[in-house]
């Protein structure tokens, strides 16, 4: 019941928010998608990557998202609204997206739902969240990925920080 | 049960709001040497009560030129936000709304949907004062998010865990009836080389400030974060009355200004909670175990009976209001910051301590 709910409301805010053309409406209804999905999330048990999805996404890219709308709106006395540009090759893109989703939707084992519905104790047993395990994935199987990930994530502060810094004039 | 919940956490947060507002007046009056409300009830204690009603019989005005939508959907955004973080909070060692296993990170998160809501008001109201306070209230939120959250990750890497009921029962005489930790004891400074066992000994001896001594500077510095995460003075340069006249709620009147007004004190109520439950023993009493005055022990109730619900709670909430009057203490004594100095307090002090500290803890840890 409440996964139909928060998927009908992901998928309504995300239809929103590719129609609007109003760029902030559209901000503000990617707040919907990311919320209902992080519920989703949370009725598959993964309790963690649903608190990263509102931390990381709600916290941070979405508010950087709608600051960069509201102080670059009205640039040249219009307020921002989106274009359709690119029809064909967005709606290539969004065809061969399609196909794959079906077919990995095909793939999918029905015969696993009833695991799904179950009880938090049949999926998680003792432990109260999967917080133990990814982290001891992360720090044994994923260990490479993971280091390369926050080297990466460096870098790119680095840049940011040289970005912003006042050049010398020469 | 879910329901339950609901109501009581709603009920306690907005009797702690009352109480908070009314003290306001009071301390703000007391540090000013003037007497404050004293003619509605005795000692003025119905005044807040009487705004409150005050600001619902008033007009509902939405600007013309304002986004109606978004212009409404903002205070419940806000407040929303706010009012889901109290959910995680453990009142008691039996008692608490949704006990989750990362409740501490989730708390982070869901704080952080307040961002969404200033930016909304800010942008709905279509004023260039609620805008400007908007961004700035951001910007800070944003920023002083960076060292809290060093602060607390260095609370979580000492006490293994994101569970806020597991982190409280930590700090306190009944660690051991806490499912997972029945072998582990507390140290006098968390160092076990001294051989001081304070697991029996409980009161302030187990609070992290105390039985990790590193504990104090990331509390200091959570605190001073949390004051500038709730938009209060010395750090409320968003709602600068001389400058900005009311920041990002300039626009707002009535119900929606209560709303707005009730979702600012309840932030300042939930910080402070977090700030007992992390660093000032939770729910445990502040009273130790002292060879045969067992002090800790009658202070602390039996689990499972009304004794522990009522200690729990009287503690929890008794240690919160003494934070809070700390704050509206900072609020009367200390001028507003200037954004600049805002920013070199929270990227070239704050940020570096609060680093210090996460790896001081994880050496820490290593003596416990």
């Given amino acids: ?170 | 049960m879910a329901l339950l919940a609901f109501v009581l956490t709603l009920m306690l947060m907005l009797l702690l709001v009352i109480v908070v507002v009314y003290a306001e007046r009071k301390v703000a009056a007391f540090m000013q040497d003037r007497l404050g409300p004293t003619e509605a009830g005795p000692e003025g204690t119905l005044q807040p009560m009487l705004d409150v009603l005050k600001l619902l019989q008033k007009e509902d005005i939405i600007p013309t030129a304002a986004d109606k939508k978004l212009f409404a959907i903002a205070p419940i955004l806000i407040f929303a936000a706010v009012f889901a973080g109290f959910a995680v909070v453990p009142l008691s060692p039996t008692l608490v709304p949704a006990g989750i296993g990362i409740g501490v990170f989730y708390l982070l998160a869901i704080i952080s949907l307040d961002v969404i809501g200033l930016l909304m008001a800010g942008w709905g109201s279509n004023n260039k004062y609620a805008m400007l306070g908007a961004m700035r209230s951001v910007a800070q939120i944003v920023s002083y998010e960076i060292p809290a959250g060093l602060a607390i990750l260095a609370v979580v890497m000492v006490c293994q865990s994101l569970d806020f009921q597991e982190i409280s029962y930590q700090q306190g005489v009944l660690m051991n009836q806490f499912l997972g930790l029945e072998r582990e004891s507390n140290w006098l400074f968390g160092i076990e080389a001294l051989g001081i066992n304070t697991t029996y000994i409980g009161g302030v001896t187990t609070w992290n400030i105390f039985r990790v001594p590193i504990m104090f500077v990331a509390f200091i510095i959570y605190f001073i974060a949390s004051l500038a995460e709730c938009n209060r003075a010395p750090f409320d340069i968003p709602e600068a009355e001389s400058e900005l006249v009311a920041g990002f709620h300039v626009e707002y009147s009535g119900f929606r200004f209560a709303v707005f007004f009730l979702a600012e004190y309840a932030m300042m109520v939930l910080v402070c909670l977090v700030a007992v439950i992390l660093f000032l023993g939770s729910w445990n009493t502040a009273l130790p175990n002292l060879g045969p005055l067992r002090l800790a022990d009658w202070t602390t109730g039996t689990i499972g009976s009304w004794t522990a619900i009522l200690w729990g709670g009287f503690w929890l909430i008794s240690k919160t209001l003494v934070l809070l009057f700390v704050q509206l203490w900072a609020r009367w004594t200390y001028p507003r910051l200037r954004v600049d100095q805002l920013m070199y307090l929270c990227w070239k002090v704050l940020t570096p301590i609060a680093l210090g500290v996460v790896l001081l803890a994880g050496i820490w840890r290593l003596l416990m």
């Fill in chain 1, 1 to 170: 019941m409440l996964f139909y709910i928060f998927a009908l409301l992901a998928i309504l805010s995300a239809a929103y928010l590719v129609l609007t053309r109003n760029l902030l409406y559209a901000g503000f209804s990617l707040l919907v998608t990311l919320l209902s999905v992080a519920g989703i999330y949370v009725l598959l048990f993964a309790d963690f990557v649903a608190v990263v999805q509102l931390m990381v996404y709600v916290g941070g890219v979405l508010v950087l998202i709608l600051f960069g709308i509201m102080l670059s709106s009205r640039v040249h006395d219009k307020s921002v609204l989106s274009e359709s540009v690119n029809k064909g090759w967005g709606i290539s893109i969004a065809l061969l997206l399609l196909v794959g989703l079906v077919y990995s939707i095909g793939q999918t084992s029905f015969n696993t739902l009833p695991w799904l519905q179950g009880n938090a104790d049949d999926v998680l047993g003792l432990q109260k969240s999967t917080v133990q395990s990814i982290g001891i994935k992360l720090m044994t199987d994923f260990v490479l990925p993971f280091e390369v990930a926050s080297l990466l994530l460096l870098i790119a502060l680095m840049g940011a920080a040289y970005i912003a810094t006042d050049k010398p004039k020469v």
